[in-house]
């Protein structure tokens, strides 16, 4: 049974520019949420996307942008690069996307930008 | 808004026991959760407890919740080597019905021998 995969596992790009990673949920999921975890910091919620729709979305700018296709796996793309945006990013699948459903989470990108 | 906090670092001796404290701040949350993070890698889901819930025991750990402090405890029996990480705690984030998780800081697990 597949768990949850991410691509590729590492990144460098330089300010301005555009990146899109890759989310596979675990087999049997129909939820994928993504999360962004600055260095010595705990994950921040981006946004969950259900039924290829983005559901809810934490404080993170339009730059920030996801999609979700309809084999369930997920896309988050970064516009406009600023360094900040340096972090590992996580992406977590789940089973309908309501509360308390349980999140598993993927290795995740490291993402460095210049 | 909702906020998690965690003291930053737990150093004990291997074969006590650990306990790892969080306080957190949404009355509303449902589920509160418990993650383990090993150096470069992911998130491993160690456990979670239902908010109407005081105690849940899973072989070597047991979560602790009060509720009405806003606070709760993972407690690992007989610390092991393996065991040295970084320990997330997590609650729902109630901005809506989804349930994107706010997470604290982390603790850093030390082990001595």
């Known amino acids: 049974d597949a768990g949850v995969t991410q691509s590729p596992t590492h990144l460098i790009k330089t300010r301005g520019q555009q990146v899109t990673l890759r989310c596979s949920p675990k087999s049997g999921h129909d939820t994928v949420s993504w999360y962004q975890q600055a260095l010595g910091q705990g994950p921040q919620f981006i946004f969950q996307y259900y039924e290829e729709e983005e559901r809810q979305r934490g404080n993170f700018p339009d730059r920030f942008s996801g999609h979700q296709f309809p084999n369930y796996s997920s896309e988050l793309n970064v516009n406009a690069l600023l360094l900040g945006d340096s972090a590992l990013y996580l992406c977590a699948s789940s089973l309908g996307g309501g509360v308390g459903e349980t999140q598993y989470f993927g290795p995740g990108t490291r993402l460095l930008v210049l | 808004g909702e906020d998690v906090e965690q003291s930053l670092f737990l150093s004990v001796r291997e074969g006590d026991s650990s306990v790892i404290n969080c306080t957190y701040t949404?009355?509303?949350?449902?589920?509160l959760y418990w993650y383990k993070q090993e150096p470069g890698a992911g998130l491993q889901l160690l456990t979670y407890?239902?908010?109407?819930?005081d105690m849940k025991q899973d072989q070597r750990l047991t979560v602790l919740l009060n509720k009405k402090d806003k606070h709760l405890s993972l407690r690992i029996a007989d610390t092991q080597t393996g065991d040295s990480a970084i320990y997330f705690c997590?609650?729902?984030?109630?901005?809506?019905?989804?349930?994107?998780?706010?997470f604290g800081k982390g603790t850093h697990l030390i082990i001595q021998p």
């Open positions: 997590a609650e729902n984030y109630s901005g809506g019905g989804a349930d994107g998780l706010t």
């Open positions: 407890i239902f908010s109407n819930m």
């Open positions: 949404d009355s509303s949350s449902t589920y």
